[in-house]
């Protein structure tokens, strides 16, 4: 059982570059979410999805684009990187979205963007 | 929109002794989760504990446990007999309805030897 694994640790972008932030959880968990860690910063929630096919927006979603073909996998897209993204990205999953399910974490993403 | 903070940006204890560390919320809502979180070096979030708003009866976790003050909007997290693996950020979360956490700045704690 591997958990929630990210791809890549660690990415260096400059500005107007695209890309995709892997995420994918082995437990069969239905509910993923991305969130952004900002220095000094708690958490902050970007996308979330319920289920394969189905997403929604979080607190700051602007320049970030998901999508849910499988139960497995919920990547994230960098339409057009701009240093105000330079962040920790993290990826987590649980069982349902009631709060009662334990949500895991995965390691995290580095990005920098110059 | 609801907020989450914490006023304490680092906090330091002895090895084996107790501390507290605190969090306030703002919410309207009356049925709701709060969460600890524990954050080491190695970046990845662990859930320390929750507490669910309707139950009256503080969460406990082994040596970490919760004073949740409703009335207040007030959610200390204790962890008792410290140990040298507890060092790490630790935040505060707030959950209403669904896993779409809130989380507050976080606070470091240091554990001295």
């Known amino acids: 059982n591997a958990g929630v694994t990210q791809t890549p640790k660690f990415q260096v972008l400059k500005t107007g570059q695209s890309m995709t932030l892997q995420c994918a959880q082995d437990?069969?968990?239905?509910?993923m979410s991305w969130y952004r860690q900002d220095p000094g910063m708690g958490l902050r929630l970007i996308h979330y999805s319920v289920g394969a096919g189905i997403t929604d927006q979080g607190e700051v979603p602007n320049g970030y684009n998901v999508s849910r073909s499988t139960t497995e996998d919920f990547p994230l897209r960098l339409l057009s990187a701009a240093p105000s993204q330079t962040s920790v990205y993290f990826c987590?999953?649980?069982?349902?979205?009631?709060?009662?399910?334990?949500?895991?974490f995965g390691p995290g993403t580095r990005l920098t963007v110059l | 929109a609801q907020t989450v903070t914490q006023s304490q940006p680092e906090m330091s204890v002895q090895e084996a002794e107790t501390v507290t560390l605190s969090c306030t919320y703002d919410t309207s809502e009356s049925d709701y989760y709060l969460f600890w979180y524990k954050q080491p070096p190695s970046r990845q979030m662990i859930l320390v504990i929750r507490?669910?708003?309707?139950?009256?009866q503080n969460a406990t976790e082994n040596r970490f446990s919760v004073n949740f003050q409703k009335a207040a909007k007030s959610f200390s997290l204790k962890i008792s007999d410290s140990q040298l693996g507890d060092a790490a950020m630790y935040f505060c979360a707030y959950a209403q309805g669904a896993q779409k956490l809130v989380f507050g700045q976080g606070t470091r704690l240091t554990i001295n030897p």
């Open positions: 987590a999953s649980s069982y349902s979205y009631f709060p009662t399910d334990t949500q895991y």
């Open positions: 507490q669910e708003a309707y139950k009256q």
């Open positions: 437990m069969n968990h239905e509910y």
